[in-house]
C-alpha cells in the first residue's frame, strides 16, 4: 500500500505547481479563479512593500504609496493611479487588507466562474474606474474633496457586490419566476474625509452597471446551461 502524505487540501496545487505554466493553463480551462487569485497576490505583495518600506525606510514608504494613491488635485497629471490605487492598502493595518481580500475571496470566484475571466476583468477594472470616477465626482462638488485621497481595493468590491445581486435575481428569476426586492440602506453624512471615501466605495457599482451594458444579457451563459 503506497504511503500517501496527508494534506488538508488534496486537490491543490503544490507550491511548485503554482506558477507552472502548465498549472495556469489546466486552472484556465478549468474555470478555477485564475484572475481572483492574481489579483489578492498582487495586493498582498503591493501591501508588503509598503509595510517593509514604512518600516525600514519611512520616507520612502510614504512615497511609494504617495505615488500610487488617487488623489482628485493630481488624477489629471498622474491619469494612472485609477488603477494603482485599486492595488494599495494602509501599510500601518492589517485589517484593511485583511479585510478587502477575505471579501475579494468570497465573491470573486463565484462570480469569475460564472462571468468568464475576462469579463470578470473587465468588471473589477470598471468597478475600481467607477470608484475613481466617484472620487473625482466628490471634488467637484467640496472644496475639501480635491485633497482627499483614497486608495484600496473597496471601490472595485462594491461593484463585484453590486453584480453579485443581479446574479442572485437572476437565479431567483429562474428558479421561481421572480425577482428579489432589495431595500436601500441609507448613512448619515459624515466629514468630508469620510463622505469622499464612502464616494469612492460606493460608485464603484457605476463600473458594475457599465460593465452590465457592455457585457449584455448572456454574461451568464455557462449558468444558463448549467
Same mark, same amino acid.
Given at each position: 500500500?503506497?504511503?500517501?502524505?496527508?494534506?488538508?487540501?488534496?486537490?491543490?496545487?503544490?507550491?511548485?505547481?503554482?506558477?507552472?505554466?502548465?498549472?495556469?493553463?489546466?486552472?484556465?480551462?478549468?474555470?478555477?479563479?485564475?484572475?481572483?487569485?492574481?489579483?489578492?497576490?498582487?495586493?498582498?505583495?503591493?501591501?508588503?512593500?509598503?509595510?517593509?518600506?514604512?518600516?525600514?525606510?519611512?520616507?520612502?514608504?510614504?512615497?511609494?504609496?504617495?505615488?500610487?494613491?488617487?488623489?482628485?488635485a493630481t488624477a489629471v497629471r498622474h491619469?494612472?493611479?485609477?488603477?494603482?490605487?485599486?492595488?494599495?492598502?494602509?501599510?500601518?493595518?492589517?485589517?484593511?487588507?485583511?479585510?478587502?481580500?477575505?471579501?475579494?475571496?468570497?465573491?470573486?470566484?463565484?462570480?469569475?466562474?460564472?462571468?468568464?475571466?475576462?469579463?470578470?476583468?473587465?468588471?473589477?477594472?470598471?468597478?475600481?474606474?467607477?470608484?475613481?470616477?466617484?472620487?473625482?465626482?466628490?471634488?467637484?462638488?467640496?472644496?475639501?474633496?480635491?485633497?482627499?485621497?483614497?486608495? &484600496?481595493? %473597496? !471601490? /472595485?468590491?462594491? =461593484?463585484?457586490?453590486? $453584480?453579485?445581486?443581479?446574479?442572485?435575481?437572476?437565479?431567483?428569476? *429562474?428558479?421561481?419566476?421572480?425577482?428579489?426586492?432589495?431595500?436601500?440602506?441609507?448613512?448619515?453624512?459624515?466629514?468630508?474625509?469620510?463622505?469622499?471615501?464612502?464616494?469612492?466605495?460606493?460608485? &464603484?457599482? %457605476? !463600473? /458594475?452597471?457599465? =460593465?452590465?451594458?457592455? $457585457?449584455?444579457?448572456?454574461?451568464?451563459?455557462?449558468?444558463?446551461? *448549467?
Amino acid at each position: 500500500m503506497a504511503y500517501q502524505r496527508f494534506s488538508l487540501f488534496p486537490d491543490s496545487p503544490s507550491f511548485k505547481d503554482l506558477f507552472s505554466a502548465r498549472s495556469l493553463r489546466y486552472r484556465w480551462r478549468n474555470g478555477d479563479p485564475v484572475i481572483t487569485t492574481a489579483i489578492m497576490a498582487i495586493c498582498i505583495v503591493v501591501w508588503a512593500i509598503e509595510a517593509v518600506l514604512l518600516l525600514v525606510w519611512p520616507e520612502g514608504g510614504n512615497a511609494f504609496v504617495n505615488a500610487g494613491m488617487l488623489l482628485p488635485a493630481t488624477a489629471v497629471r498622474h491619469p494612472w493611479t485609477f488603477i494603482t490605487s485599486m492595488f494599495l492598502h494602509q501599510p500601518t493595518s492589517l485589517w484593511h487588507i485583511l479585510f478587502n481580500m477575505l471579501t475579494l475571496w468570497c465573491v470573486g470566484p463565484v462570480l469569475e466562474r460564472m462571468m468568464g475571466h475576462w469579463p470578470y476583468l473587465a468588471l473589477y477594472v470598471l468597478s475600481g474606474l467607477g470608484g475613481g470616477a466617484g472620487l473625482m465626482v466628490w471634488a467637484v462638488c467640496s472644496p475639501s474633496g480635491w485633497m482627499t485621497a483614497a486608495y &484600496g481595493a %473597496s !471601490g /472595485a468590491l462594491f =461593484g463585484l457586490f453590486i $453584480q453579485c445581486g443581479d446574479l442572485l435575481r437572476r437565479i431567483c428569476q *429562474a428558479a421561481q419566476g421572480s425577482g428579489i426586492a432589495f431595500q436601500p440602506v441609507g448613512q448619515g453624512a459624515g466629514s468630508g474625509r469620510q463622505v469622499g471615501a464612502d464616494a469612492f466605495h460606493c460608485t &464603484g457599482g %457605476s !463600473g /458594475a452597471a457599465v =460593465g452590465h451594458r457592455a $457585457q449584455g444579457p448572456g454574461m451568464y451563459g455557462k449558468f444558463a446551461h *448549467a
